[in-house]
């Protein structure tokens, strides 16, 4: 039986102590994507006009982009 807390050794997983890992602009915005023609293809299978959609995926793209930005930044020296 192990007592006490079970850590898993450094570099397991991509995780090191006191490094926090970030996700790659790419794999983010290729999640968004994904994400984004789905809710328009559901939007096209609920009748949702044509025009409506291209607003909605339009906004959606932006969002995207700036949360991918923020979140895949590195900071500053």
Do not use: E
């Not at 850590?7 to 983010?28: E, K």
């Amino acid at each position: 039986m192990v007592k006490g807390n079970i850590s898993l050794a450094p570099g397991v997983l991509g995780l090191q102590r006191g490094v926090c890992t970030r996700m790659s602009f790419g794999i983010y915005l290729a999640g968004s994507v994904v994400l984004i023609v789905g809710l328009a293809l559901g939007a096209h299978m609920a009748h949702v006009p044509p025009k409506w959609i291209a607003v909605g995926v339009l906004c959606l793209v932006g969002i995207g982009v700036l949360r991918g930005v923020v979140s895949t930044r590195r900071p500053d020296v």
